[in-house]
């Protein structure tokens, strides 16, 4: 071979080498160029994942790095939710959003797919990737708008593994036909597998921390569980105090836990090891008890040793234990052990002694109640039918006004007023008798075992002296006084209701008698009372019967003589005692709510009567009606509309209407009692206080009410000429009256001397029988026919 073909071979073999070694290089650059490319994605991805336990941040960096690093135009990823069977939309970027956007939280709503539904979803069920090169020709995944967008050409889905499953999907497309090829499978397998590697060490953090949590709330739980449990076993040790003894009753030795002889204040050394010294320990009362009920056990009698008693403890105070024990027998059946144990259930004993003091005694004042004082009086009751001269007496108090001092002074002093009674009443009696609080005012006590009635006679003179006297209530200084009302059983027969009912009717009586006094049961109060219980039956009746009826007393203008109006007064027709005056049958109206029946009924009758009359005989002039009002009536709550119907219904202006009160519905409810007054007032209607000077409230409240006129009570009048007192009381009435700008009527009067007295006083009006009694309606038309006058009479001698 000649040179030239020589070199050219050999020329040829260069260029072949440098081409091969050229290619070799470009190989193994772009093979350096991609190892590089992949060790920064690797990096990348790893420095996202390190440490990185927040979800949003980790799924939007992956779909950026996707986007970031192959040919994708669009990313989402999709989170599996195996527990829901879907998958969850976590984070994607794209042409509509630049920046990867974070969609979805783990338990947010969000988008979801369902397990085999579109691309995403077949390869989150199926756990293969998807290429689709033109998704207008490749429908068979393609089922979401946003997956046939124009801006969707061609689409692949890898899936993201963990440890077993198929954890999530990397849903990538691009606008042009065919974008996606293999040949950045590397770079995307890459990518899915740190991704999931990151997403399955992030849900195993998660699950850590929710772990955690769980864990630390059990923990929690079961350490206030453990508090509690230690809590009531400190409570149950404390409580229980147990201790275990136990006797071998043939040598006698008795075993008795250390604790039991701390319980009684003794080391271990201190109390002897037998039963004997043992029992002498018990309270001398409970050792018979236990004594019996060892020996029973003993003996079979009972299954088990049962019992309480009471040890001394070496300070000297009372430990009780509830006793438990077994008997262990030979094969003869001969007893030759006892064990058992000892609680300590002294708080329990002490809690139920208070239970059981405060079952039968008053809060208050620390006296026996109702339930106490009715056993001691069974018992005296027993003691009384066994012996002859068993004698003895019941004393039922209760104080007079106690109810205004406590509304005027607050229940706070009304019971320190109800104290201080108390240690009097003690005071005054014997030791042994008993002094009960039957609740508000009422007192009961039981004098055992004295000679005669004249003892309780005695006993009930020195209590209404003692309770008479000033009580110092917190610098108040306040004056009270009491009834009393005596049984004093004959036989020893009768129950203790029938006493209490006695004492009680015999209280009612010393208060209708005029209180600060004391009266002695005897049969013919009951027969009062059976008598009461009779009218009060009656009473239910008069209404619908027609037997009550209204009379009218005339009012006369003092000054002219004339005239003026009248009071109405009711009055009951019985069918068989006759006419029953309002003294008797009123106070039983209140009592037992009768009242707001008939006195809606007198009030009606006196209007439509009132303005009959005036229509008959017009030349008579304006006349007034007078009506009495009681407390329960005023305190029913619809008297104004009452008032406001009669008024309207009889066509009797407002202002010839007069409502007589009394002084002790000023001392009622007293915002309640000003208001309905002010209301009355408003209305034009008049009001009159009547018998003023009787009561206790006097002058301090007159000026309190809206009242236009003042009834001087019957009894100053009645003695005016007598007593220059009653005068002097009269005249300041009328200063009084004049001063607050009211009119006086001045009732009771008899006689021409009090007229001239009155006129001299320039008393307004009168009423009394010196003008006229009360009379029936039809006597009133007679009298009206008559054209009544009296200023003639005035002049006489
Ligand atoms: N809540 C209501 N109370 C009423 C009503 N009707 C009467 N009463 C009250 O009963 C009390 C006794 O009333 P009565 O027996 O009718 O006695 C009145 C007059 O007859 C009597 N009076 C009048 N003048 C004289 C007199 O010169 N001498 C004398 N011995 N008695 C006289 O006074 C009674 C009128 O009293 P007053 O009401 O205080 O003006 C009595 O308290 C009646 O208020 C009723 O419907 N509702």
């Known amino acids: 071979m000649s040179y030239d073909a020589q070199l050219r071979r050999r020329i040829e073999e260069l260029i072949r080498e440098r081409d ?25 991805m790893g420095e996202s994942m390190r440490w990185n336990l927040d979800q949003q941040k980790l799924v939007t960096e992956f779909v950026g790095i996707v986007i970031d690093e192959t040919l994708a135009e669009n990313c989402s990823l999709w989170l599996v939710d195996r527990v829901e069977q879907r998958l969850v939309l976590a984070a994607a970027q794209g042409q509509d959003d630049p920046q990867p956007v974070f969609l979805a939280n783990r338990g947010m709503d969000g988008t979801y797919l369902r397990l085999g ?9 199926h756990g293969q990737s998807l290429l689709i090169e033109d998704v207008s020709t490749d429908r068979r995944f393609i089922q979401l708008e946003s997956e046939i967008s124009n801006q969707i050409k061609s689409l692949l889905c890898l899936p993201i593994f963990g440890e077993k499953h198929v954890i999530g999907v990397f849903n990538m497309s691009h606008p042009n036909i065919g974008a996606f090829s293999q040949e950045n499978a590397r770079v995307l397998q890459l990518i899915t597998d740190q991704a999931g590697l990151a997403l399955t060490n992030y849900f195993l953090v998660e699950t850590i921390r929710d772990f955690n949590k769980k864990l630390e709330h059990t923990v929690l739980e079961r350490t206030r569980t453990l508090r509690q449990s230690e809590e009531r076993y400190t409570l149950a040790a404390e409580a229980g105090r147990v201790g275990v003894w136990d006797w071998n009753l043939e040598s006698d030795e008795l075993y008795i836990a250390p604790n ?18 043992w029992t002498n320990m018990i309270h001398p009362d409970d050792r018979p008890r236990f004594r019996y009920e060892l020996q029973r056990h003993l003996d079979g009698v009972t299954h088990r040793l049962e019992c309480e008693y009471r040890m001394v403890h070496r300070d000297g105070t009372t430990i009780w234990f509830s006793v438990r024990g077994r008997v262990n027998r030979d094969s003869c059946g001969k007893p030759v052990r006892v064990v058992g144990s000892n609680t300590d259930t002294t708080k329990r004993k002490r809690m139920e002694e208070r239970l059981t003091y405060s079952a039968y005694h008053d809060e208050l004042t620390g006296l026996p109640n109702r339930a106490l004082f009715i056993d001691r009086l069974k018992h005296s009751l027993g003691c009384a039918s066994r012996r002859k001269d068993y004698r003895f007496a019941i004393l039922f108090l209760d104080l007079d006004h106690f109810k205004i001092i406590n509304d005027s002074l607050g229940h706070h002093f ?29 007192f009961a006590i039981l004098l055992d075992q004295i000679a005669n009635l004249a003892v309780a006679e005695e006993m009930a003179s020195v209590i209404l002296e003692r ?63 059976l008598s009461r219980l009779e009218l009060e039956h009656d009473l239910r009746l008069a209404l619908k019967q027609d037997e009550i009826d209204v009379h009218y007393q005339p009012i006369v203008d003092l000054r002219s003589g004339k005239l003026s109006g009248f009071e109405a007064l009711a009055r009951w027709h019985h069918p068989l005692r006759g006419l029953v005056p309002p003294d008797e049958f009123i106070p039983i109206a209140e009592e037992t709510g009768l009242i707001t029946p008939i006195s809606k009924f007198i009030l009606a009758r006196a209007c439509d009567d009132i303005v009959k009359w005036q229509k008959d005989f017009p030349e008579i002039g304006p006349l007034t009606i007078s009506v009495n009002l009681s407390t329960k009536q005023f305190l029913e709550g619809n ?7 009669v008024l309207g219904e009889s066509g009797l202006p407002a202002e010839r209407l007069k409502l007589e009160i009394t002084e002790s519905l000023l001392m009622e409810e007293l915002d309640m009692v000003k208001l309905v007054l002010g209301q009355l007032r408003s209305m034009n209607v008049k009001l009159m206080l009547d018998d003023f000077g ?12 809206p009242l236009n006129t003042v009834k001087i009570d019957a009894s100053f009048v009645r003695n005016m000429h007598l007593a220059e007192e009653n005068l002097a009381i009269v005249r ?20 021409l001397e009090q007229v001239r007295q009155l006129r001299a006083l320039k008393c307004e009006y009168g009423q009394g029988y010196y003008f006229s009694k009360p009379k029936s309606g039809r006597e009133i038309e007679v009298l009206l026919n008559q054209s009544p006058g009296w200023n003639s009479t005035f002049e006489r001698n």
């Open 20 to 44: 091969a070694y050229a290619e070799a290089l470009m190989t193994s650059n772009s093979a350096f160029m991609e190892k590089v490319k992949e060790f920064s994605i690797i990096k990348r």
């Open 414 to 442: 009304g019971d320190l007023l109800l104290r201080q009674v108390t240690r009097r009443l003690e005071a005054c009696v014997r030791p042994g008798d008993t002094v009960a609080r039957f609740g508000g005012d009422e």
């Open 467 to 529: 309770l008479q006297q000033v009580f110092e209530l917190e610098g108040h200084e306040v004056f009270t006084c009491s009834s009393i009302g005596i049984a004093f059983p004959a036989s020893g027969k009768e129950t203790p209701e029938e006493l209490l009912r006695d004492a009680d009717i015999a209280l009612y009586r010393a208060k209708k008698m005029g209180r600060a006094r004391f009266e002695v049961f005897d049969k013919s109060l009951h027969l009062e009372v």
């Open 117 to 125: 539904q579109g691309a995403a979803g077949w390869v989150a069920k």
């Open 732 to 751: 300041a009435i009328k200063m009084l009256a004049i001063a607050l700008n009211m009119e006086v009527v001045a009732e009771g009067i008899e006689t």
């Open 694 to 705: 009787t009561g206790y409230s006097s002058l301090s409240y007159l000026h309190r009410f």
């Open 260 to 277: 039991l002889k701390a319980i009684l204040g003794y080391g271990e050394d201190e109390i002897e090891n037998h039963m004997a010294a």
């Open 639 to 645: 008297l104004i509309e009452q008032v406001r119907h």
